[in-house]
């Protein structure tokens, strides 16, 4: 691949969002009266390019794995070995995420794009395999630029199989132990913000340890603000599975289908996306606002206003799955609810 290995997303079709407000404008009930759905009914019809939009009924929630250097460093209370045991749970059907998914009747796949410790093949987890993990963001770059084109190219490919079965909305998760650290990191060096605004607690730091995952992230953002292009940024400071949600997300965007969003290992995603391949975030949906910092630093960034605020921050996809019933429930009402009566009607 070059530098810029992506075109331009595909805009929102003006005149089917239109369409949709005009449409809004002639169903049973006052005007305005199902506020943000209908926000959500007319951004669903400006992805799709018609109106009303198709109802989304066979969604899929891909989990990219992989773990991080940095967690040598310090940046996190749990080792490494922790994420292949997450990656099993996932499997099993035990984690919040194989929960969430089985009740919105979403179907999970789980891909293995940089896990440390080597995972039963029983597991039923994709090998997709870059790397084994990443080399430490506060020494030197995470990946190659090879292994981040590597990574980009297994999301955009899973998603284009996924849609080519009939998947019709696109939601990515993500597990990793250390994620959190290149997510700030990466989101520091897209946004401009800082390693003290930016990084949060994740899924825990050591004793003390916040101001030391700080250094980290600073050491990081420093590195990449070098870099001359998007995809070296990527590679410098980011993450297996965070590329292979970017290269989802990309693929999404440009085969005009609904995704949503997670948390702020999506959001860091989601920035690489953008940078990209301008345009993609536009067609985003963001499910939720993460309670980790640099989540919302994301979503004023990229312009996004995020369908639930739960205070969850635990990734896997769970928020963006909640909301999947809401992205459903915009483009049905838009589809089928009834005309509004003409005055002196019954």
């Not at 590195?223 to 999404?252: D, F, N, S, W």
């Amino acid at each position: 691949m070059s530098s810029s290995p992506f075109p331009s997303a595909p805009p929102l079709d003006v005149q089917a969002m239109e369409q949709a407000q005009a449409r809004w404008a002639t169903r049973a009930m006052p005007p305005g009266a199902l506020g943000r759905l209908q926000d959500l009914g007319v951004h669903l019809a400006g992805v799709a390019g018609v109106c009303p939009p198709p109802v989304p009924g066979n969604p899929v929630v891909v989990v990219f794995a992989g773990d991080h250097g940095v967690v040598a460093d310090g940046a996190s209370a749990w080792p490494s070995e922790i994420t292949a045991a997450m990656v099993a749970t996932v499997s099993s059907g035990g984690a919040a995420i194989s929960v969430f998914a089985e009740t919105v009747g979403a179907q999970v796949v789980v891909v293995d794009v940089g896990v440390q410790t080597p995972l039963d093949p029983l597991l039923g987890v994709r090998d997709e395999r870059v790397a084994d993990g990443t080399a430490s963001i506060a020494s030197g770059p995470a990946m190659t630029l090879g292994e981040a084109e590597a990574a980009l190219a297994v999301g955009v490919r899973i998603a284009s199989e996924q849609l080519e079965a009939g998947v019709d909305c696109l939601i990515g998760g993500d597990l990793g132990i250390g994620n959190t650290t290149s997510a700030a990191a990466l989101i520091g060096a897209f946004t401009g913000r800082s390693a003290q605004e930016v990084t949060g607690v994740g899924a825990g730091v050591p004793a003390g340890g916040l101001d030391h995952k700080r250094g980290l992230v600073a050491t990081a953002i420093e590195r990449a603000a070098a870099c001359a292009q998007p995809i070296h940024v990527l590679a410098t400071v980011g993450g297996l599975e965070i590329a292979a949600l970017a290269g989802l997300y990309i693929a999404a965007a440009e085969n005009r289908v609904p995704f949503i969003v997670d948390g702020v290992i999506a959001g860091a995603a989601l920035c690489a996306a953008e940078a990209l391949a301008p345009g993609t975030a536009v067609l985003a949906i963001a499910g939720h606002r993460s309670s980790e910092p640099a989540a919302s630093i994301v979503l004023d960034h990229l312009g996004l206003n995020p369908l639930l605020d739960l205070n969850l921050r635990l990734g896997e996809g769970t928020g963006a799955c909640l909301a999947f019933p809401l992205v459903q429930a915009a483009a049905r009402a838009l589809a089928g609810m009834a005309d509004l009566p003409e005055p002196g009607q019954e």
